[in-house]
Nanobody, 128 residues
Framework: QVQLVESGGGVVQAGGSLRLSCAAS????????MGWLRQAPGKERDFVAG????????YYADSVKDRFTISRDNAKNTVFLQMNSLEPEDTAVYYC?????????????????????WGQGTQVTVSS
């Protein structure tokens, strides 16, 4: 049984930082691309960042580019999302997801159909 477990969410003031982690069991993450997506209250789930199986390619939504960094430690079967300069608009539940394949062109990371397994989500709240 594949499980993805996110951690690291919380409440932070605007301008602060958080580091999210996504640990997997039942699946070797190094074989798959990964993504972080988020869902704010009353809104659809949106793409935040994606990373290829090796970590050699990364992609970001325009709203988080230059503030967020996605990375992975395949030896630890874990993916990270470093979030800096947080804004109230970043408030959402953040989900990690494991894709069906190893790597994709940018547009595929935006589609939820790219992903096969999802974590339960972790709440990030940014206060102004």
């Amino acid at each position: 049984q594949v499980q993805l477990v996110e951690s690291g969410g919380g409440v932070v003031q605007a301008g602060g930082s958080l580091r999210l982690s996504c640990a997997a069991s039942g699946r070797t993450l190094s074989h798959y691309a990964m993504g972080w997506l988020r869902q704010a209250p009353g809104k659809e789930r949106d793409f935040v960042a994606g990373i290829s199986w090796s970590g050699g390619s990364t992609y970001y939504a325009d709203s988080v580019k230059d503030r967020f960094t996605i990375s992975r430690d395949n030896a630890k079967n874990t993916v990270f999302l470093q979030m800096n300069s947080l804004e109230p608009e970043d408030t959402a539940v953040y989900y990690c997801a494991s894709a069906k394949g190893r790597a994709y062109s940018r547009s595929y990371y935006y589609s939820q159909r790219t992903y096969e397994y999802w974590g339960q989500g972790t709440q990030v709240t940014v206060s102004s």
